[in-house]
């Protein structure tokens, strides 16, 4: 039986930066007592022999010629940023202030 | 004529019977009236669409040699970027946004000049089987309007039923056109993995995602299907192959000889009893028209749901930490002294719906050190689990087939509260998924007890996506001569405006 506590959502929240309501941490960590339950079923079968498959195609580094190809212009690139300044996206501050 | 098939526009386009900006034009005139009532579309591209088809029109006057789809007009759904059409995957995070390039399938679609009337509804980031979790509200089933589409493609399946629209795209990561086609009584096509290009699709889970083909019948999604499939440089996962000749085997139907494998797991138990009825009857049918009916066994697909259920969310928790509100889409709670983080925090916590949050910690957790084994990890080897049934399964049939849903369309608002009693809804369209091959629903008729329609499921190996064709083209012609009439003629008729 596992089970998350309203902490353990709330510290999962921060992690995936997603601010939320007290009601919200709580009505997920009851629900995730139940999803919890249903998706560990995969541990049933997942044998230390089975080899796990993370995609469908055996591919492993497709790479394609150095060649600069046409993109999008700055102003193209900058067209559906919130705020912007000298032709670069503006974001808040993101180092504190000592 | 908005009743007609894709193909049967397309001829009378070919012969000068209509323009496509009169063809356009009874199409939005449609949307006009009666999307108020389905809430198929979230943006109908008027202008955009009639431009298009006035230059069809001149190209064709022109005599230039076309395609065969030229003109004929289709729904995509908003998980598709389009330039400079509005895109939000059903979500508040992308408000407004007018994405600067065109997905790889509206390139292609563009390169068939297939004219695109709009963006559909779908469940925000795809996440969903009903198209509630929309953060523009519910797309409403035309055959009952009480009830959901499907999902998470629930606008673009809508907007088929409706007759808004004779084709449509969807993405399908879990059952997202199969599911939808399967309870508005269309067809959906889930290509194999790779076949059609991801450029361009908002991504929910990149190992999973596939876009696809949805039309009124099969040789209408296989006209789509070659139309938008084919290798491109700019997905790394695309495969570099020729697309399997799906219009030939729509056409031929020939499915002697053939053997068509039964899941024995994917049926019974669990399955509404007028879904039964009609999928054994549909097995009837192929049998006469001279398939063999055999039983397979896949006994790893009871974990299929389990295990997606934490793939699905692992990668969704990647992906979508891309809505940071830094370079596009929703930003909340910037100004004076503000840290970037606070900024995210707000954004996601105002921008995503409850069902993408729920997904998202899911993932975060599956993927955090000291659980990644036990629930990351174990999925990825139910994944190969899986993958081994159906590679035993094909050694002794060419397709296998099951119902595509356990039950009929429910009612808005009926399993909304409960997350596990909607993922159910999924549970035999996600093994074809999980293993990157390729499935198809197409209608078996109405389910006696509730009169909406059943959807019948193939599935085949991949890159041999013809056989779905074959088989779905061959079952369409037997229920047909059954019938009299396509299974869309017996929809109640919308009052519209």
Redesign the interface.
């Known amino acids: 039986m596992s089970s998350?506590s309203r902490d353990?959502?709330a510290n999962?929240?921060r992690?995936?930066?997603?601010?939320?309501s007290e009601e919200?941490l709580v009505s997920?960590s009851h629900?995730?007592t139940?999803?919890l339950d249903?998706?560990?079923?995969?541990?049933?079968?997942?044998?230390a022999d089975?080899?796990?498959?993370?995609?469908?195609?055996p591919?492993r580094n497709?790479f394609?010629p150095d060649v600069v190809l046409p993109s999008?212009s700055t102003s193209?690139?900058l067209?559906?940023?919130?705020?912007q300044e000298e032709s670069r996206?503006r974001?808040?501050?993101?180092l504190?202030e000592e | 004529m908005i009743r007609d098939s894709a193909s049967q526009m397309a001829k009378a386009l070919a012969a000068g019977d209509i323009t496509s900006v009169a063809l356009t034009q009874v199409h939005l005139d449609r949307i006009t009236s009666v999307d108020t009532d389905v809430h198929a579309f979230l943006f109908v591209d008027t202008q955009g669409a009639l431009a298009q088809a006035a230059a069809v029109d001149a190209k064709r006057a022109a005599g230039e040699k076309l395609s065969p789809l030229a003109g004929v007009p289709l729904a995509l759904k908003d998980v598709m970027t389009q330039k400079n059409v509005p895109t939000t995957a059903g979500s508040k995070i992308l408000e407004g946004?007018?994405?600067?390039?065109d997905s790889t399938v509206v390139t292609n679609l563009r390169a068939n000049d297939i004219v695109i009337l709009g963006k559909t509804n779908m469940d925000e980031f795809a996440m969903g089987s009903s198209t509630e979790n929309s953060a523009y509200g519910p797309t409403h089933n035309p055959w009952d309007l009480t009830r959901i589409p499907g999902g998470s493609g629930g606008g673009s399946s809508a907007a088929l039923a409706a007759f808004e629209a004779p084709l449509a795209i969807g993405t399908d990561t879990g059952g997202s056109i199969r599911q939808p086609a399967a309870v508005t009584g269309t067809v959906g096509v889930k290509p194999t993995?790779?076949a059609v290009s991801r450029f361009g699709l908002i991504a929910f889970s990149s190992?999973l995602d596939q876009a696809g083909p949805c039309a009124r019948n099969v040789l209408d999604a296989a006209l789509l299907h070659e139309a938008i499939a084919g290798y491109d440089?700019r997905d790394?996962?695309s495969?570099n192959a020729p697309v399997p000749q799906v219009v030939n085997a729509a056409k031929s139907g020939d499915v002697k000889g053939m053997k068509i494998g039964v899941v024995k797991e994917l049926n019974g138990d669990g399955y509404q009893s007028g879904v039964r009825i009609r999928f054994e009857e549909s097995l009837e049918l192929l049998a006469k028209a001279g398939a063999e009916i055999v039983e397979v066994s896949a006994p790893?697909f009871e974990?299929a749901?389990?295990?997606y259920?934490?793939i699905a969310p692992s990668e969704c928790?990647s992906n979508l930490?891309r809505f940071?509100?830094?370079?596009?889409?929703?930003?909340v709670g910037?100004g004076e002294?503000?840290?970037?983080?606070?900024?995210?925090?707000?954004t996601?916590?105002a921008g995503?719906g409850r069902e993408v949050?729920?997904r998202?910690?899911?993932g975060?957790?599956?993927l955090?050190s000291g659980y990644y084994d036990?629930?990351y990890?174990?999925?990825?080897?139910?994944?190969?689990?899986i993958?081994q049934d159906f590679d035993k399964a094909f050694q002794k049939c060419d397709v296998m087939v099951s119902p595509t849903c356990p039950t009929t369309a429910f009612k808005i608002g009926e399993k909304s509260n409960d997350?596990?009693a909607m993922?159910l809804n999924d549970i035999a369209t996600i093994p074809v998924n999980?293993?990157?091959?390729g499935g198809m629903s197409l209608p078996a008729g109405l389910a006696p007890e509730d009169g909406l329609p059943v959807g019948f499921q193939i599935m085949a190996p991949?890159m041999a996506d013809q056989r779905m064709y074959l088989v779905g083209a061959a079952l369409e012609e037997a229920l047909l001569t059954k019938w009299g009439a396509p299974l869309l003629s017996k929809i109640p008729e919308l009052r519209g405006k």
């Open positions: 998350l353990d959502v999962l929240a992690l995936a930066r997603i601010q939320m919200e997920l629900e995730f139940v999803i249903a998706v560990a079923r995969v541990q049933e079968v997942a044998s089975v080899e796990p498959t993370s995609h469908p195609l591919l497709v394609r999008l193209e690139a067209s559906g940023a919130p705020a996206f974001v808040p501050q993101i504190g | 946004w007018r994405p600067p390039y993995y790779g190992s440089a790394s996962t495969i790893n974990y749901l389990a295990a259920y934490l928790s930490a940071d509100a830094m370079r596009y889409g929703l930003r910037d002294g503000a840290s970037a983080e606070s900024v995210m925090n707000l996601r916590k995503f949050k729920r998202i910690i899911l975060t957790y599956a955090s036990a629930y990890g174990s999925a990825q080897k139910v994944r190969t689990l993958t997350p596990i993922y999980m293993a990157g091959i991949a």
